[in-house]
């Protein structure tokens, strides 16, 4: 059960790891932007310049990993990766269509962050509500598209819908919950306690929902993908499920004490202070989970599957 | 952006133990003829590979002794459970089949096993089937298990 993950495992795994930050700084960053932001034309930038960012890093992740797969499948060094025929014969598996739809995603909310960012730039003010709707709009869809791309390909593909529905639900939920932690951060230094505090209070509510998809998605995922119990004692997959599920746990108790303790609190800067640490405890918390997803899904996978 | 320390070490903490996690092949070879590592006294006129789900076979290769051999290996866009490969020209010898596959789930792998032929070898010795998965060493990174 122990061993080292090789060069090409490595590489994989960065670019899984780079695929969801992409995939969680469009839907936070699109969902902060529309429901927690204070329209100011700074914060709004902000906002976009961190969707343009992270969607790059997604879609330069996709390619970089469909290269990776050359060249872990030619195994002959670095110059494997540029097989134009095995790149082709990859192109017409699920690998290429996952990767086909995961480009379109990102390719999309690359495009439209840099139109909307121009557009930003040209107001004198902050948007109005058809920007913040047509954000949404496309947004959605590049997240769809990504979301879409864990049904094509990955252990749930080749399991019942309901498991594809659920890893749909639980990648889109991970990724409005974690993608949203950074553009709060950015909020949380705001001089207007009262309106931060409002915000902050919003986002928990909201939060609430977020978490109640997540774990009831995750669960219904695992009934699909293990067989039984005794798996996460006796299976590499399964040690790797009570890790994740600690640092959940881990995180879900850093957001009841942000959303219970700190934020009632909200009203002296000192309490502010706390608050952007505790944030930050929970970003730093969401990679570890983020990690161990990606060392999951990418490297180790469950016993039958 | 600063990172408290006890995050800080939850990570380190988790890292460690993840990379101590081996990885668990997915598609696999169920068994080959020749079996990995097996002797046999004659010349193989082919091999048949026969994994545990339906894949599609990307690269075989037949490498003797510092050449390869010639196989009728021809990537197509079909996925089989067995496949079988003729072997012409094949001669005594230490011999190692690299392959590669992908999955249903997108999932590429790539391994290996080898063979000897040797038709001196005692007849206790030379056995020709079986499985063919574990005395290989394989890479098995891949797009995406979720």
Redesign the interface.
């Known amino acids: 059960m122990f061993s080292f993950p090789t060069t090409w495992e490595f590489a994989s795994l960065v670019c899984k790891l780079f695929l969801y930050f992409g995939a969680a700084s469009i839907a936070g960053g699109s969902l902060c932007l529309w429901l927690y932001s204070d329209g100011s034309r700074r914060m709004v930038e902000r906002n976009l310049l961190y969707i343009m960012l992270g969607s790059l890093l997604g879609f330069q992740a996709v390619i970089a990993n469909f290269l990776i797969q050359i060249g872990l499948v030619n195994d002959d060094g670095l110059i494997a990766m540029f097989d134009w025929t095995m790149a082709s014969l990859l192109l017409d598996t699920a690998l290429g269509d996952m990767s086909v739809a995961r480009l379109l995603g990102f390719g999309i909310a690359f495009v439209a962050s840099l139109r909307l960012l121009r557009t930003t730039r040209q107001l004198m003010r902050g948007p109005d509500q058809t920007f913040y709707r047509l954000q949404m709009l496309v947004y959605s869809l590049a997240l769809l598209l990504v979301a879409f791309s864990f049904r094509v390909g990955g252990h749930n593909s080749v399991l019942p819908l309901t498991s594809q529905v659920a890893i749909t639900i639980h990648f889109m939920a991970f990724a409005l919950w974690i993608g949203s932690l950074y553009p709060l951060l950015m909020s949380s230094g705001s001089d207007d306690l009262a309106s931060l505090q409002l915000t902050m209070k919003r986002f928990g509510d909201g939060a609430i929902a977020i978490v109640v998809a997540l774990l009831a998605a995750g669960s219904l995922m695992l009934w699909g993908l293990l067989d039984s119990w005794q798996e996460f004692i006796s299976s590499a997959y399964g040690i790797a499920l009570l890790i994740k599920f600690s640092l959940v746990l881990a995180i879900l108790g850093v957001a009841a004490i942000n959303r219970l303790v700190l934020v009632p609190r909200l009203n002296r800067e000192a309490n502010a202070g706390k608050l952007r640490t505790s944030i930050r405890q929970e970003m730093g918390l969401a990679i570890a989970i983020l990690m161990t997803t990606s060392y999951l899904s990418t490297i180790i996978g469950p016993v039958d599957h | ?4 320390a ?3 070490l ?2 380190c903490a ?2 460690t ?8 092949a ?1 598609t696999g070879l169920k068994e080959s003829t020749p079996a990995a590592a097996a002797t046999v006294k004659m010349s193989p006129e082919h091999l048949l590979l026969v994994f545990t789900e339906p894949v ?1 076979l ?2 075989l290769e037949l490498m003797g002794v510092g050449h390869e051999m010639p196989t009728g290996f021809e ?1 197509n ?1 079909e996925a089989m459970v067995s496949y079988r490969i003729e072997t012409p020209g094949m001669h005594p010898g230490e011999f190692t089949v ?1 392959w ?1 596959v ?7 792998v ?1 391994n290996y096993f080898s063979f000897t032929v040797d038709p001196n070898a005692p007849e206790a010795a030379a056995a020709g089937h079986g499985h063919g998965a574990a005395a290989g060493h394989g ?8």
């Open positions: 952006m600063k990172i408290p006890t995050v800080k939850l990570l988790s890292l133990v993840l990379l101590q996690l081996s990885a668990y997915h599609k990307l690269k990537a866009s690299n590669a992908i999955g249903a789930d997108g999932h590429a790539s890479h098995d990174a891949a797009a995406d298990h979720h």
